[in-house]
């Protein structure tokens, strides 16, 4: 459990203490000046299940209780005629015998003399009652506030289905060939004809975070196909899904299968839905126990193609320019936003995040340099976190390489061959 | 049909403070009883929605919260039902 839900449970328990306290309290004091039995009736009130002791209570208390005598402020009840501490007259009298009137009288039981209608009004006037009037405003308010506070926690929780989703697309068999687990599986799929085949590896869980590994195998492709990812929320109750769509188009494909890698990162396990043109399909699925990767050639190429078709001429293109960004590294600390200095030369990007770059290193600073690379007119990077800053300017990028970093946007080899150096 | 109305032959209802007050007391009772009725309704509500939101990180707990949201509507119903038959002569409208 998150500390945020944790935290939420608590003011929400919290709240619900509240209220059989608050009610406690004032039933034990009212009760009390009622000459009640207090201890009893607060129990009532308090363990009554959803406030029917309080009800019960506010009905059958005396109507009397809670009076004090008008001269000394000693506490009466409606039943005195005369306060026992000062003697003063708590109830008008009969004009005819001088017998104790009470107010809803209108003859006087001993002698019969009609009440006159300034006789029939208590001597001892009742103070109102402003501890009920706060309570009754509470026991509406609390509920609503946590009603509030809830349904805003079931809504961030449908909100918050964090995840990270990777995929390399467009791999070959070959690209598996040092991997007996993944060659053997595609043999055995292969030899159970067309179809669509996953191979699962669920990474150990660090914390929270849940990671997954899915090789999706199509066999049986009679034309080419596109493939996306993305991840969904089933309800609250079925957790995350892993969307992964395919889109066939109408021309021929050199390759009879499709094999594509996706790695989920959520802090639950998701349920793989694979779409084929719109519809729902069935897939046959594999646990592998070993981790799923390819050839680090292969990644260095893959990862090398996908920056390449990434690269801009111009730098004032901004949504090419973070569409770059994403396909790097860098978006791994977080939110961020640029700024482009593009009004005279030479022309740089700032990077903002919010976050500290106490991580940065040299795969970061890699980045910076691809960056350089893949923008044709940039000059320089700063990348600015919350403790600090890290640039890099053209020269100083060539100088690092020993050849001119805008190389890179040349063709896709140069920066092939630098990813796999760096791996 | 005889449209006039003759005041001077029928007394009005004497109005006297202690039946005005006793029935000012009386209305009282019933805009909070009514009122706490709300808030038990808004209670069970909260109960409900906090068994959903505790299921999203714990069954158990929330598995308890929905006992307890049973238990609290059975002896509410009970109560109710007890309250209305034994007492009802209490709350004379």
């Known amino acids: 459990m998150s500390l945020y839900a944790s935290w939420m449970i608590l003011v929400v328990m ?3 203490l509240i209220l059989p306290v608050m009610i406690g309290v ?66 008008h009298r009969c004009r005819g015998c001088g017998n104790p009137l009470e107010p809803s009288w209108r003859q006087c039981p001993s002698c019969g003399l009609s009440v006159p209608d300034d006789q029939r009004s208590p001597v001892v006037e009742r103070p109102a009652d402003r501890g009920l009037g706060k309570i009754l405003i509470a026991v509406i308010l609390i509920p609503l506030l946590i009603m509030g506070l809830l349904v805003g926690g079931l809504v961030t929780f449908r909100s918050s289905i964090s995840s990270s989703v ?16 993944v060659s053997g599986w595609l043999k055995e799929s292969d030899q159970l004809g067309d179809g669509i085949y996953v191979l699962e590896y669920e990474y150990p869980r660090e914390g929270d975070w849940a990671k997954v590994s899915y090789l999706i195998y199509r066999k049986g492709l009679t034309s080419m196909t596109n493939v996306s990812v993305g991840s969904s929320s089933l309800g609250l109750f079925k957790g995350p899904a892993l969307d992964v769509t395919y889109n066939d188009f109408e021309s ?42 390819f050839s680090e050639a292969s990644m260095g190429s893959h990862e090398a193609s996908n920056l390449y078709e990434a690269r801009t001429p111009y730098l004032g293109n901004a949504s090419a320019v973070v569409n770059l960004i994403d396909r790097t590294g860098l978006p791994r600390f977080g ?6 200095q593009t009004k005279e030369e030479p022309f740089g990007l700032r990077i903002f995040f919010e976050a500290s770059l106490e991580t940065f290193g040299q795969q970061d600073r890699a980045y910076a340099i691809i960056l350089l690379g893949l923008i044709e007119n940039l000059s320089y990077v700063e990348i600015i976190g919350s403790d600090g800053t890290q640039s890099i ?17 040349q063709s896709p080899g140069k920066l092939a061959e630098y990813l796999k150096s760096l791996y | 049909m005889k449209l006039n109305f003759e005041f001077d032959s029928f007394e009005p209802p004497v109005l006297r403070e202690q039946d005005l007050r006793e029935i000012l007391e009386k209305r009282q009772l019933i805009k909070r009883a009514l009122m706490l009725t709300l808030a ?29 949201l049973g238990v609290s509507l059975l002896n509410s119903g009970i109560a109710a039902v007890l309250f209305t038959r034994k007492m009802m002569n209490v709350i004379p409208y």
């Not at chain 1, 697309?169 to 991997?179: K, L, N, S, T, V």
């Not at chain 1, 939110?335 to 482009?340: D, K, N, R, V």
Request: charged share 15%; hydrophobic share 40%.
């Open chain 1, 252 to 293: 021929p494909s050199e390759l009879d299968y499709h094999l594509y890698q996706v790695d989920y990162s959520a802090d639950k396990v998701p349920r793989l839905v694979i779409q084929v043109n719109g519809q729902e399909a069935s897939y046959r699925q594999t646990i592998s126990a070993e981790p799923l990767s």
């Open chain 1, 393 to 409: 300017t053209i020269q100083e990028a060539s100088e690092e390489l020993g050849y001119d970093v805008k190389e890179f946007g």
């Open chain 2, 40 to 68: 038990s309704a808004l209670i069970h509500i909260c109960l409900a929605l906090l068994a959903l939101y505790l299921s999203l990180h714990s069954l158990p707990a929330a598995l308890v919260c929905l006992f307890f």
């Open chain 1, 335 to 340: 939110p961020y936003t640029i700024e482009l």
């Open chain 1, 14 to 16: 919290g709240l619900f």
């Open chain 1, 166 to 181: 990777g995929s390399v697309d467009g791999m070959r068999i070959e690209d598996y060939a040092d991997m007996p687990v």
């Open chain 1, 26 to 91: 004032y039933v034990y004091r009212d009760s009390e000046s009622r000459g009640m039995n207090a201890p009893l009736w607060t129990l009532i009130a308090v363990l009554g299940p959803a406030f029917v002791g309080l009800i019960i209570y506010l009905i059958v208390r005396s109507e009397g209780g809670s009076l004090k005598c008008p001269q000394c402020q000693y506490p009466v009840t409606d039943k005195y005629a005369l306060c026992p501490n000062c003697g003063a007259s708590l109830k």
